[in-house]
């Protein structure tokens, strides 16, 4: 609510509130006020009120801490998924090869960060990794990772990618190839978290809803972790036995609301899903011939700007 005081005869919009403490206004900042309106109590003033929420894609993106901001709520942060890597199929060489899948990357779902006023932050989200497409030998691309950082809060997280799959070793006449596993990302806090406190706009850590701290992906609060690594079927046994690809690594953790990974292509001629939210790439299958494998999830952020007392 916008509050005026009349300065020499005229209104005039003020930003802040102090109140005289002795003889000082230093640190006398007033976060609320009320007047009695009709004896009931009703606000006319907060100091601060939470920004709406922004999201943002693989790239560099700078942002401006608001002057009277001292806190950001990251309702979901993730890196970039690998990618799964192709199908294999053989010249009698007594079995066929299903493509590993990809894994998802590092997360946070719903965790506040102590800020400070005026920063500038640098957020590098990452890009999800490609798919795999060699057939005897290759790897697929590993995700990117996301971080953010703060010319006065300097490293407040960093969320790593999920890690490339692989094959290595086989032949068209054999021998079959061997399949390497993608590794899941990880995810490390190094800033301050806030685990209790209440924003100028009454919410507090408990809160829920819309406006509150549990409408990530996970739907719990202060909740920061890894990837899942994609499944790996390995070789059948047998020419031309059939074999779907492996199912991308889950982003998000492993239950609630979690993003699912791309999904395995079921034979030769159905390829891999990719992944999305950060979640890792579908790998290929085999028989009839060999299919493609999914690109990883790009990753993403979604904050919000806060003031906590």
Not at 63 to 80: E, K, R, Y
Not at 238 to 264: A, K, L, P, W
Request: charged share 10%.
């Amino acid at each position: 609510m916008t509050v005026f005081v009349k300065d020499g005869g005229s209104f005039r919009e003020i930003s802040e509130l102090f109140v005289r403490d002795g003889t000082s206004y230093t640190n006398k900042t007033i976060t609320n006020a009320y007047v009695k309106d009709s004896g009931s109590w009703r606000e006319i003033y907060t100091l601060f009120t939470a920004t709406s929420y922004v999201t943002e894609g693989p790239g560099t993106h700078t942002i401006t801490v608001p002057s009277l901001a001292n806190a950001i709520h990251i309702q979901f942060a993730v890196a970039g998924g690998s990618g799964g890597m192709r199908g294999a199929d053989y010249d009698k060489a007594g079995g066929e090869s299903a493509g590993p899948a990809g894994a998802s990357g590092g997360y946070i779902s719903d965790v506040v960060y102590q800020v400070t006023g005026g920063e500038t932050l640098t957020a590098v989200v990452g890009s999800g990794g490609s798919a795999g497409g060699g057939v005897y030998s290759g790897s697929s691309g590993a995700g990117g990772n996301t971080t953010l950082t703060g010319t006065s809060s300097a490293n407040i997280f960093t969320l790593t990618g999920g890690g490339a799959a692989s094959v290595s070793g086989g032949g068209v006449q054999g021998p079959l190839r061997t399949n390497n596993a993608s590794t899941a990302g990880t995810g490390t806090s190094q800033g301050t978290r806030k685990t209790t406190f209440t924003t100028t706009g009454g919410l507090t850590q408990a809160s829920t809803g819309s406006n509150g701290f549990t409408g990530g992906p996970v739907g719990t609060f202060n909740q920061l972790g890894n990837g899942n690594a994609g499944t790996n079927p390995g070789n059948c046994g047998g020419d031309n036995c059939t074999i779907g690809g492996g199912d991308g690594g889950n982003s998000y953790g492993s239950g609630g609301n979690r993003v699912s990974g791309g999904s395995g292509g079921p034979n030769g001629s159905t390829s891999g899903t990719a992944g999305t939210q950060g979640s890792g790439g579908g790998g290929g299958g085999t028989e009839p011939g060999s299919s493609g494998g999914g690109a990883g999830g790009a990753g993403e952020i979604t904050y919000r700007f806060l003031r906590t007392t």
